[in-house]
Structures are given as structure tokens and as C-alpha cells.
């Protein structure tokens, strides 16, 4: 059975640094796409970062600059540092990862971790 689990959510101060980790159990033989998305209360989930299993990285304007999306691939965790952070960044952030498992590609989802950035 493939899981995602995230970690590293919380509470932190504007200008402060948080770190998601999204790891992929189970009996994975590729991994093509992970990607973190969020959503805030009231809005659509958009998507924040991604990264392919080969290291290329795609970021929403918002979070340029400020957030890094990378992969271990040997441990298939995708982190997302995200450093500057903003009272807007708050949201709970969930990663997706787009996998081969058996014979086929399948996208899974992780439960979501809160991040609220507030003083």
C-alpha cells in the first residue's frame, strides 16, 4: 500500500523558515512528479511547487525566490524550505506525487499539514 506522510507544519513569525517533508512509502518502482500544493481558507487549491524525478522544479509566482522545492530520491521525500514566509503563505499544505506502482502510473495525495504564519 503506497502513503504519503507530511511533516513539518506549525506556527511560525512573518519573515520566519519552515521546512515540509513528504515521504512516499510502499512498493514504488518510479517517481515522476512530487508537487505541494495549498490551500487557504476561503480560496482554491493552487499549487505551490513541484519538482520531476529528474530535478526540474516549477514555482507559482507567489513563492519565488523564497521557497525551494528538492527530492531525495534514494529516501523518495520531496522538502519544500520555504524561508521569508508571509501571513498570506498560511494554509494547509498537502503533497502529491504522481507514481509507478505495479503496472501503472497513479497519483496519491498526503493528509495536508497546517502552516499558519502570524505574530
Known amino acids: 500500500q503506497v502513503q504519503l506522510v507530511e511533516s513539518g507544519g506549525g506556527l511560525v513569525q512573518p519573515g520566519g523558515s519552515l521546512r515540509l517533508s513528504c515521504a512516499a512509502s510502499g512498493r514504488i518502482f518510479a517517481i515522476y512528479t512530487m508537487t505541494w500544493y495549498r490551500q487557504a481558507p476561503g480560496k482554491q487549491r493552487e499549487l505551490v511547487a513541484a519538482?520531476?524525478?529528474?530535478?526540474?522544479?516549477n514555482y507559482a509566482d507567489s513563492v519565488k525566490g523564497r521557497f525551494t522545492i528538492s527530492m531525495d530520491n534514494a529516501k523518495k521525500t520531496v522538502y519544500l524550505q520555504m524561508n521569508s514566509l508571509k501571513p498570506e503563505d498560511t494554509a494547509v499544505f498537502s503533497c502529491?506525487?504522481?507514481?509507478?506502482?505495479?503496472?501503472?502510473?497513479?497519483?496519491?495525495w498526503g493528509q495536508g499539514t497546517q502552516v499558519t504564519v502570524s505574530s
Open positions: 502529491s506525487a504522481l507514481l509507478g506502482v505495479g503496472t501503472g502510473q497513479y497519483n496519491y
Open positions: 519538482i520531476t524525478g529528474g530535478g526540474v522544479t
